[in-house]
């Protein structure tokens, strides 16, 4: 068991690209940490330079309290589970499980009584003879954990282990991943790019985008208090509308003269964002915003309403029991639905 | 449903196809047949001719029908005493070929993945341009650089072995002919197409590179391995010009040459050469290749269908 910490964590890839800037932060002993954003963002980087796969550039990786920037990748005491699984495919369920204890010389009664147990934790057991070639991809992943698991590592590093999986299985793998890693205790760095993912499985989300780190904080925060617009719109679903607004004389105007109620300026006048969730907003007849309604999207629990506020494009959900039309409609705030960034930089202000 | 299912019913015997002769199946296999027996015909004939003595082959050429001398020409093939020394015989010469074919296939198939795994897994400085390098010796095969190998293989010494050079030695024999990139650049290919996340998962697993080549690369390139060692035992059997030249001494000749030694006396104009014998030999020289390939087949399509990726 063990916290991680990045101190100032730099990563320029041979070719000049500089891949993540320097990122600080601490992972708690036993929390699961979600690493977010879009492809191409760096996620992978900073996952396999904890791991020990690619160079450290600058700044400091500890796991526990040893600083493991010069530590090969199979003395860090971490397990990885890869988006492909990687399993080896010439060896057995069980030796692909046993593979890593092998190497480290435990002798092979107690490498056996290790991968039963992690087998029948995982539902593995009848599969133990079989090789990853006739298994199916969920049975795949599940190895891979078990893999992992049986290496009792200080840290799990896991790379979108289920993009590969079809959606339904993609859930319920999600959901046991989480209540595992719950059981084991051990602390967990996890990448994914699907942001539902981050919110469901997180302790803590750090969301990243071209090298950089956004925000971390956990998964309410992320949601209730997003640190940029980037922020705002990535995570969840569907994203939160965001829209052009003139602050001035203490409050936030539309292009088209409508005021935005709840929300307070701090004095900041000129060009200005307005974040606004579609589940924050409902149809009331006397709702201070119009909105203009083009598309009815139905999702089954919910219908998505497409159209125009203020001349920009917004959305709106509504429960399914609520009827719906298009045209022109008022829309009334819930409580502490507006958010304010900064128009250049996208920053969040107050 | 029950509608689907009754339409089906009814329309089974209509949808029956009447069985016509297809003639460009006929033109197809006639075709086969033809380079079969192509192939067959001589082996067949070098087999019955085999079975003669020969004074008739001598007179007749070769036969088709079969006669009483087998067991005799195969006996005297494989262990009569022949050459200007009387040293050699058929077994001493089916050992030789065996020791050529298997030493050049297995250690062609050594240096060469040891050579493609160094050039694919580690960061070596100029690794491309050693690569092209190894590469160009295909254009170079031993034959076009027969005579300086010939001039350093007989006047090498290792260690203090060898005094004379490597003339007339197993070594000899086979080093030379291991030298080209052939089975470099198939292993190279291959371990291209290893995913990298397995080499990572290996990395955490704690293997290092030698058990990684052992334990993982290895077992993935076992049916590459089965096919070029079919492929490499064949050639290195077959090897005849190499052969002929490194070696003078009679007690190192392998089959192939066996054979030409027997039709050389005719040459030479010693005796009448011993056809049914020298038949009874090109058989004996066929039937290790033969039974190679065989058996690596199954191994073959076994790796094919076992397939892991
Ligand atoms: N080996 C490499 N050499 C050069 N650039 C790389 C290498 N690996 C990744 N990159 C670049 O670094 C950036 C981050 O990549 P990565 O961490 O794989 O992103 P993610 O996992 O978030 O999709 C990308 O722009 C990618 O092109
Ligand atoms: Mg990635």
């Not at chain 1, 010389?105 to 090789?131: C, H, P, S």
């Not at chain 2, 494989?78 to 298997?102: R, W």
């Not at chain 2, 050079?165 to 030298?179: R, V």
């Amino acid at each position: 068991m063990a916290q991680v910490t990045l101190n100032a964590v730099r990563k320029v890839y041979p070719n000049g690209a500089e891949a993540l800037e320097p990122s600080t932060f601490t992972i708690p002993d036993g929390e699961l940490c979600v690493l977010v954003g879009p492809s191409g963002c760096g996620k992978s980087t900073m996952l396999r330079m904890v791991a020990g796969l690619e160079d450290i550039t600058e700044g400091e990786v500890s796991i526990g309290d040893r600083v493991v920037n010069d530590i090969d990748p199979a003395d860090r005491n971490i397990a990885m589970v890869f988006q492909n699984y990687a399993l080896y495919p010439h060896m057995t369920v069980a030796r692909n499980m046993g593979y890593g204890l092998k190497n480290r010389g435990m002798d092979r009664g107690q490498i056996a009584a290790k991968v039963r147990e992690a087998a029948e934790m995982l539902n593995l057991t009848e599969f133990l003879d079989r090789r990853p070639s006739q298994l199916s991809g969920g049975q795949r992943q599940r190895v891979a954990m078990g893999r992992a698991i049986v290496r009792e590592p200080d840290l799990f590093l896991f790379d979108e282990p289920l993009s590969n999986l079809d959606a339904k299985l993609r859930n319920q793998m999600r959901i046991e991943i989480r209540a595992l890693q719950r059981r084991l205790g051990t602390t967990a760095m996890y990448v994914t790019h699907d942001q539902v993912e981050a919110m469901t499985m997180a302790d803590r989300i750090i969301v990243l985008s071209n090298g950089h780190i956004e925000q971390i904080g956990t998964p309410n925060e992320i949601y209730e208090h997003p640190a940029s617009t980037f922020v705002a719109s990535f995570m969840g679903a569907p994203p939160m509308n965001l829209l052009d607004a003139e602050a001035g004389q203490g409050r936030v105007t539309l292009p088209g003269g409508e005021v935005v109620p709840q929300a307070g300026v701090n004095g900041h006048t000129g060009a200005i964002k307005v974040g606004i969730r579609p589940e924050d907003v409902a149809p009331s007849a006397q709702g201070d915003l119009s909105f203009n309604v083009d598309i009815i999207e139905e999702l089954g629990a919910q219908r998505l309403l497409h159209g125009k506020m203020a001349g920009q494009d917004f959305s709106v959900a509504v429960p399914k029991d609520q009827e719906a039309a298009t045209g022109e409609m008022r829309l009334a705030l819930k409580a502490n639905a507006v958010h304010l960034f900064d128009a250049d930089q996208g920053r969040r202000l107050g | 449903m029950a509608d689907i299912t009754e339409t089906r019913v009814t329309a089974t015997p209509v949808a029956r196809p009447r069985k016509r002769i297809r003639w460009d199946h006929v033109a197809d296999h006639a075709i086969l047949i033809a380079g079969a027996l192509l192939m067959l015909v001589p082996v067949y004939m070098v087999f019955a001719t085999s079975s003669w003595d020969a004074i008739t082959v001598h007179r007749e050429g070769m036969q088709f029908g079969f006669s009483d001398q087998l067991g005799t020409n195969y006996d005297a093939a494989l262990f009569e005493y022949g050459g200007f020394t009387d040293s050699v015989n058929g077994v001493t010469m089916l050992a030789n070929s065996l020791i050529l074919g298997l030493g050049f296939a297995i250690g062609k198939i050594v240096v060469g993945m040891m050579a493609a795994y160094a050039i694919v897994y580690f960061r070596l400085k100029f690794a491309t341009l050693a690569f092209w390098m190894i590469f160009t010796t295909l254009l170079l095969p031993l034959e076009v650089r027969i005579l300086p190998s010939y001039e350093i293989i007989t006047s090498i010494t290792v260690f203090g072995l060898y005094e004379n050079g490597m003339g007339n030695s197993y070594a000899g024999l086979i080093i030379p002919l291991i030298a080209s990139a052939t089975a470099t650049f198939f292993f190279r290919q291959f371990f291209l197409s290893v995913p990298e996340e397995l080499i990572e998962a290996a990395r955490i697993d704690g293997a290092g590179p030698v058990k990684f080549f052992i334990d993982i690369l290895v077992p993935l390139s076992r049916t590459m391995i089965a096919a070029m060692f079919i492929i490499m035992f064949v050639f290195g059997w077959n090897q005849y010009l190499w052969p002929t030249l490194i070696t003078t001494d009679e007690s190192l000749f392998t089959l192939v040459r066996g054979i030409r030694q027997i039709v050389q006396s005719y040459a030479d104009g010693s005796e009448t050469p011993d056809y049914g014998q020298a038949a009874a030999l090109a058989i004996i020289a066929m039937t290790p290749p033969v039974l190679i390939v065989v058996f690596f087949q199954s191994w073959f399509v076994k790796g094919l269908t076992e397939s892991d990726k």
